[in-house]
């Protein structure tokens, strides 16, 4: 059994971006946004064991992807293992998806965003070398921020962790949050490493019952709360390698804010 796989989730619609392509396919410094990700995760140790959940107008990613992805050490070019999600119904039931082609043949999955294009090489690593030290079921990123003023408001509209006595307890997300759980400022970017066996079969104990009738990945967290699991969090403060791409807005302060950082 292989250590880590990589699943990167692309099924989403821009819709936020009044265009009619997959949001994923956007383009940021010349190149798509899951592009400027795949750059950082071909350099991993995880970078043949790659899958991309595609869903809306999903054949135009993997067209994409086929064309230009170039994985090292692989003679015949890039090749990633590409998993439809036919329905939009949210993330948790996208990464099920995946159940058929990755079952037992890893220990753990890695799930990142194809629209979270500037996550770092170093910042992957650590979070899989945790995973493994703690030989944890359950790690998570979390974004640690002072407030929501200036630069932190894009970040505002991420779901709240909610911990008891130190402990990560749930995630709620920021639309079904009361107004109590919004002042919270650590954050959930979405970003796990989760065991095999433990993730498939939790997967299937998601409920749908929320503003957005979808089930929701973060739920995993709540289960692991219920079955006293400890949850492992790879705590970050800098918000600029977990930033997404949903808006025209968010399109065009991520150009600005590239320019800046070295990647």
Same mark, same amino acid.
Request: a negative charge; charged letters at 25%; glycine letters at 6%.
């Given at each position: 059994?292989?250590?880590?796989?990589?699943?990167?989730?692309?099924?989403?619609? =821009?819709?936020?971006?009044? !265009?009619?392509? &997959?949001?994923?396919?956007?383009?940021?410094?010349?190149?798509?946004?899951?592009? $400027?990700?795949?750059?950082?995760?071909?350099?991993?140790?995880?970078?043949?064991?790659?899958?991309?959940?595609?869903?809306?107008?999903?054949?135009?990613?993997?067209?994409?992807?086929?064309?230009?992805? %170039?994985? &090292?050490? %692989?003679?015949?070019?890039?090749?990633?293992?590409?998993?439809?999600?036919?329905?939009?119904?949210?993330?948790? !039931?996208?990464?099920?998806?995946? @159940?058929?082609?990755?079952? $037992?043949?890893?220990?753990?999955?890695?799930?990142?965003? =194809?629209?979270?294009?500037?996550?770092?090489?170093?910042?992957?690593?650590?979070?899989?070398?945790?995973?493994?030290?703690?030989?944890?079921?359950?790690?998570?990123?979390?974004?640690?921020? &002072?407030?929501?003023? =200036?630069? !932190?408001?894009?970040?505002? !509209?991420?779901? %709240?962790?909610?911990?008891?006595?130190? @402990?990560?307890?749930?995630?709620?997300?920021?639309?079904?949050?009361?107004?109590?759980?919004?002042?919270?400022?650590?954050?959930?970017?979405?970003?796990?490493?989760?065991?095999?066996?433990?993730?498939?079969?939790?997967?299937?104990?998601?409920?749908?019952?929320?503003?957005?009738?979808?089930?929701?990945?973060?739920?995993?967290?709540?289960?692991?709360?219920?079955?006293?699991?400890?949850?492992?969090?790879?705590?970050?403060?800098?918000?600029?390698?977990?930033? =997404?791409?949903?808006?025209?807005?968010?399109? @065009?302060?991520? %150009?600005?804010?590239?320019?800046?950082?070295?990647?």
């Amino acid at each position: 059994m292989k250590k880590i796989s990589i699943i990167i989730l692309a099924a989403g619609k =821009g819709t936020r971006m009044n !265009h009619y392509q &997959p949001k994923v396919l956007t383009q940021l410094n010349g190149e798509s946004l899951i592009e $400027n990700l795949l750059k950082t995760v071909n350099k991993t140790e995880c970078s043949d064991s790659v899958s991309v959940v595609v869903g809306y107008e999903g054949q135009s990613v993997i067209d994409k992807l086929s064309a230009s992805a %170039r994985l &090292p050490n %692989r003679d015949e070019g890039g090749k990633y293992n590409f998993v439809w999600q036919k329905e939009q119904l949210g993330t948790g !039931h996208a990464v099920q998806q995946c @159940e058929d082609s990755l079952k $037992n043949k890893y220990n753990s999955h890695l799930i990142l965003y =194809g629209d979270v294009p500037f996550i770092s090489f170093d910042t992957i690593q650590d979070i899989i070398k945790m995973h493994q030290d703690k030989n944890s079921i359950l790690t998570m990123v979390t974004l640690k921020l &002072p407030d929501f003023e =200036g630069i !932190h408001s894009i970040y505002s !509209h991420f779901g %709240r962790i909610i911990r008891e006595e130190n @402990e990560i307890a749930k995630i709620v997300e920021f639309k079904d949050a009361s107004e109590e759980e919004k002042k919270v400022t650590e954050l959930n970017p979405a970003i796990y490493c989760i065991k095999d066996e433990w993730l498939w079969q939790n997967l299937d104990k998601i409920k749908s019952n929320n503003n957005q009738k979808e089930y929701y990945l973060t739920d995993l967290v709540n289960l692991a709360h219920e079955q006293n699991i400890k949850i492992n969090s790879f705590v970050i403060d800098d918000g600029f390698e977990l930033m =997404g791409i949903n808006t025209k807005e968010d399109l @065009e302060l991520a %150009r600005k804010l590239y320019s800046k950082n070295i990647k």
